[in-house]
């Protein structure tokens, strides 16, 4: 799937095997002028602008803190190898100023949204459409910053304590990975008491993430595994006391889109799979 | 501009990790895009050009099309507004009187009311957990086989070539098959590149169009190479050294402008 995955892990030359060709179209982006809308005051001339702008944040969030051997050289750090993991406690030390800064230029980008496409951080319940798309894009830009330390304890032997800078970041990423899982789900499913409520509530939801919806649910597996791994980590543990009931909320919300023989249908079993091995690591700890 | 090699964001990277390995055993590589490049596609969603003519093509009745034209707009159009709304409807409208013809600005209508069919049964998972599930048969079946003519045989191609190239892609992502989404991006991209290029010395509009769909092509191509390649937000950017030589955090023009926009409107 994946191929600078396999390069890293296997090191395979799986890179060659699964190219995906680009279409070349990045050649000319720079050359052409930036676009003129009709009308710069409608909402989806705001949610173009705030993604474009947000994704140019988080290609500095990857060439920074997970980029080439290049990046790793200019911030001091060895080049990630096939069978180490991309950071050990010490390098995270060196990328924690990196990260602090790319959060702040989230939140940054997160308080300049417009009103017409911003939601209350505080009160996400209530936001549905491009306010809740905005909120994910949030949310999913925080997992990326806060992620290596996340990873860098879930790997580290049971003997090594977390240190107290990184346990604090896993706190962070742990945090976030619920917050875009609950926002998803709410998403996904819209509330079941009131038919007419439902039906627009649930059109309008769902209408407005289909162009990115198997994106979401990669995005909600990736969030639902790193919470797994961390409900299993002697260290972690006790910040996800209800991994049980956010893996069925997955399984749950993800069910009827696992049509058969699709990649959410793989992914659905694959929830369903660390679901119950987790109750039985649990149970062991 | 592309995808970083190395970098370790990606889902796949996650479930191959060694940790996953001891707690919860090995996943083949490879498995997403195997899944999805396995799965049965209903001859209706055929990327095979026919040789369809005018006749073949459906009958465009207002009454039953257009509430899928105002769902097109409704729930489509807010999210990638590359269609001027009463530009459209004029197209639209000749069409109703005049009929359909193998062209792309017929293509186009169909792709919108094939967009229009598929947003407003998406939400029946009566209908949309089916695994032969086409919604707009008619209108996406005669669709793909214009556009594939066109694409593979004309050398002459208009602004509806894109255009129609990224709505049926987008039309893939509603049935959550992101292969063929991405392969009619990738058309879509080559084809207005095609088109830009001999655009240059052209006048206002057209130009002006097809700047704005560049910028959406741009956006797209990005996310659904995401989705097939790293299944993982954002690895789409620009190639490596750029930014960093402009300092660690350079503020993009994008940012600028959308700084702007927003102050203006806050």
């Known amino acids: 799937m994946d191929d600078h995955f396999y390069a890293d892990i296997d090191g395979s030359d799986l890179i060659a095997e699964h190219h995906l060709p680009r279409s070349g179209i990045e050649h000319v982006i ?27 944040l988080l290609n500095r969030v990857h060439h920074t803190m997970y980029g080439s051997d290049w990046t790793r050289r200019s911030l001091g750090l060895q080049p990630a190898s096939s069978d180490s993991p991309s950071y050990d406690f010490q390098s995270l030390s060196t990328i924690l100023n990196v990260s602090q800064e790319l959060d702040r230029q989230l939140d940054n980008w997160f308080d300049l949204l417009p009103r017409t496409i911003k939601p209350n951080i505080n009160d996400p319940s209530r936001y549905t459409g491009p306010k809740l798309n905005m909120l994910h894009r949030f949310h999913s830009a925080k997992d990326i910053i806060t992620r290596p330390f996340l990873l860098c304890a879930i790997d580290s032997s049971p ?48 209408l407005h993430t289909q162009p990115e919806l198997i994106f979401r649910f990669l995005r909600m597996f990736s969030s639902i595994l790193l919470l797994t791994l961390g409900s299993v980590c002697p260290a972690l543990a006790h910040l996800v006391p209800d991994i049980d009931t956010l893996q069925k909320n997955t399984i749950q919300s993800i069910e009827r889109f696992a049509v058969d023989g699709s990649l959410m249908q793989e992914i659905h079993g694959i929830i369903i799979l660390l679901h119950s091995k987790t109750r039985v690591l649990r149970r062991a700890m | 501009m592309s995808i970083p090699i190395g970098h370790t964001t990606t889902t796949e990277y996650m479930l191959h990790m060694n940790r996953v390995k001891t707690l919860f055993g090995e996943f083949p590589p490879d498995l997403f895009i195997r ?34 034209v105002e769902a097109y707009f409704r729930h489509v159009h807010v999210e990638m507004p590359i269609l001027d709304k009463d530009q459209f409807l004029g197209l639209y409208d000749y069409h ?22 598929a947003a407003l049964e998406q939400v029946d998972p009566t209908k949309s957990s089916s695994p032969y599930w086409v919604p707009g048969a008619d209108f996406i079946s005669s669709a793909l086989q214009i556009l594939m003519n066109e694409y593979l045989l004309s050398f002459c191609p208009t602004i509806t070539l894109p255009q129609s190239l990224i709505l049926i892609s987008k039309y893939f992502g509603f049935l959550l098959r992101p292969l063929q989404s991405w392969k009619l991006i990738h058309m879509a991209s080559t084809s207005i590149q095609y088109l830009n290029s001999r655009l ?22 990005a996310k659904l190479l995401q989705i097939i390649m790293s299944s993982s937000p954002v690895s789409f950017y620009y190639h490596g050294r750029r930014s960093i030589q402009n300092g660690l955090f350079p503020d993009s023009i994008w940012m600028t402008t959308f700084m702007l926009t927003s102050t203006a409107v806050i």
């Open chain 1, 30 to 56: 720079d050359l052409t002028p930036f676009p003129t809308f009709p009308n710069h005051d409608a909402q989806e001339t705001h949610v173009f602008l705030a993604e474009l702008s947000v994704r140019r």
């Open chain 2, 200 to 221: 240059v010395n052209a006048p206002g509009l057209l130009y002006l169009i097809s700047s704005i769909l560049i910028r959406y092509l741009f956006e797209i191509e």
């Open chain 2, 96 to 117: 109703t009187r005049a009929g359909l013809s193998v062209d792309c600005d017929s293509a186009l209508c169909l792709a919108v009311l094939a967009l229009g069919s």
């Open chain 2, 35 to 68: 899944a999805e490049s396995k799965r049965h596609m209903p001859h209706q969603l055929s990327f095979v050009p026919g040789t369809i003519t005018a006749s073949q093509l459906p009958i465009l009745d207002e009454a039953g099309t257009y509430p899928l």
């Open chain 1, 159 to 206: 003997e090594n304590d977390v240190p107290p800078m990184v346990l604090k970041q896993c706190e962070a990423s742990i945090a976030n990975c619920r917050a875009y899982l609950d926002a998803s789900e709410r998403r996904l499913m819209g509330p079941s008491s009131c038919a007419e409520i439902i039906i627009h509530t649930y059109v309008h939801n769902i």
